[in-house]
């Protein structure tokens, strides 16, 4: 069965860093697509980071040059290192598991989701 638990959110101010994580338990954790959404209030879901089971990335222009996501395939943690953070990052980042190695659609798995804030 899997499980994704994310962690490592938080408030932090306008230019400070943030690392998450993503847990997952299952088998072949390296074999799938994993990916960082975020939803603030009031906004749908959106896609952040996406990383292939070989580890090509892509991210959102909103967070290009900011974020980077990577993964540990051997401990099954995928993670996000969010750095000169900004009011409008603030949101529930949820990191997904897809369906397979290129791809985060269709289905997958969602983890519970962490709370950034970024205020002063």
């Known amino acids: 069965q899997v499980q994704l638990v994310e962690s490592g959110g938080g408030l932090v101010q306008p230019g400070g860093s943030l690392r998450l994580s993503c847990t997952a338990s299952?088998?072949?954790?390296?074999?799938?697509?994993m990916g960082w959404y975020r939803q603030a209030p009031g906004n749908e879901r959106e896609l952040v980071a996406f990383?292939?089971?070989?580890?090509?990335?892509k991210y959102a222009d909103s967070v290009k040059g900011r974020f980077t996501a990577s993964r540990d395939n051997r401990e099954k943690i995928l993670y996000l290192q969010m750095n000169d953070l900004k009011p409008e990052d603030t949101a529930v980042y949820y990191c997904k598991r897809g369906p397979q190695y290129y791809s985060l659609e269709p289905g997958g798995y969602w983890g519970q989701g962490t709370q950034v804030t970024v205020s002063s």
């Open positions: 990383i292939s089971s070989a580890g090509d990335t």
């Open positions: 299952g088998p072949f954790f390296d074999l799938y697509a």
